[in-house]
């Protein structure tokens, strides 16, 4: 149930961010690559999109598959494809980005992972690659420096997530979407950061009642 709602929820952002928009039978196909992928079918995946190539959530979403399942050539030329159809797909870049690197074309990922970082430089999955990509050529005080800049960012949104469970909490939502966010917020933050302390302690409070 939790799947399908998100799918459709995705779906429905999704459409209306494009300006040409799918037909009925693309929409279906995207939505049934969706729940395969999702379920890590990455063949299936591939072998429902395998005709798309107009609409670029599809597109993108068949990129994926090609390159969690080890077909990078394809992987690149559709995640090409998407950028020719969005070029401000940061999704789409960060991809590419991969790609190169998978390929050993670091020079081509450390290229692309500026160009994203130049448009958006708290893009916190970006940092992290530029960060293995440094790491990658031995540069350890660079990958340090994007990692602290992750890091801050990570906090940031920690902060917000946390903001808003106390929010849930005061508002006497449920205990459950309370505790989701603090688990997020959780996984955003290093072991020893200050900040879970408040949160373990926000968690164990609502864990009581």
Same mark, same amino acid.
């Given at each position: 149930?939790?799947?399908?709602?998100?799918?459709?929820?995705? +779906?429905?952002?999704?459409?209306?961010?494009?300006?040409?928009?799918?037909?009925?039978?693309?929409?279906?196909?995207? $939505?049934?690559?969706?729940?395969?992928?999702?379920? =890590? #079918?990455?063949?299936? $995946?591939? #072998?429902?999109? !395998?005709?798309?190539?107009?609409?670029?959530?599809?597109?993108?979403?068949?990129?994926?598959?090609?390159?969690?399942?080890?077909?990078?050539?394809?992987?690149?030329?559709?995640?090409?494809? $998407?950028?020719?159809?969005?070029?401000?797909?940061?999704?789409?870049?960060?991809?590419?980005?991969?790609?190169?690197?998978?390929? =050993?074309?670091?020079?081509?990922?450390?290229?692309?992972?500026?160009?994203?970082?130049?448009?958006?430089? !708290?893009?916190?999955?970006?940092?992290?690659?530029?960060?293995?990509?440094?790491?990658?050529?031995?540069? +350890?005080?660079?990958?340090?420096?994007? +990692?602290?800049?992750?890091?801050?960012?990570?906090?940031?949104?920690?902060? $917000?997530?946390?903001?808003?469970?106390?929010?849930?909490?005061?508002?006497?939502?449920?205990?459950?979407?309370?505790?989701?966010?603090?688990?997020?917020?959780?996984?955003?933050?290093?072991?020893?950061?200050?900040?879970?302390?408040?949160?373990?302690?926000?968690?164990?409070?609502?864990?009581? #009642?």
């Amino acid at each position: 149930m939790r799947l399908a709602l998100f799918t459709f929820c995705t +779906l429905f952002l999704l459409l209306a961010s494009c300006n040409r928009k799918p037909d009925a039978e693309t929409i279906r196909l995207y $939505v049934r690559a969706s729940d395969a992928y999702a379920l =890590g #079918q990455f063949d299936s $995946v591939k #072998q429902i999109l !395998q005709r798309e190539n107009n609409f670029p959530p599809a597109l993108m979403l068949r990129t994926k598959a090609e390159y969690f399942s080890g077909d990078i050539e394809r992987a690149e030329m559709s995640c090409r494809r $998407v950028i020719k159809l969005r070029p401000s797909s940061s999704e789409a870049r960060i991809f590419l980005a991969r790609i190169f690197r998978e390929k =050993g074309d670091i020079a081509g990922a450390v290229n692309m992972t500026e160009n994203i970082l130049a448009d958006n430089p !708290q893009d916190i999955r970006t940092l992290r690659l530029a960060a293995e990509l440094a790491m990658d050529t031995g540069k +350890l005080d660079e990958a340090m420096v994007f +990692l602290n800049r992750a890091s801050e960012y990570s906090a940031e949104s920690a902060m $917000v997530l946390l903001d808003r469970a106390r929010l849930r909490w005061i508002a006497g939502l449920t205990n459950d979407n309370v505790l989701e966010d603090l688990s997020r917020a959780k996984a955003m933050l290093p072991w020893d950061a200050p900040l879970l302390r408040s949160i373990s302690n926000l968690e164990e409070i609502i864990r009581r #009642q």
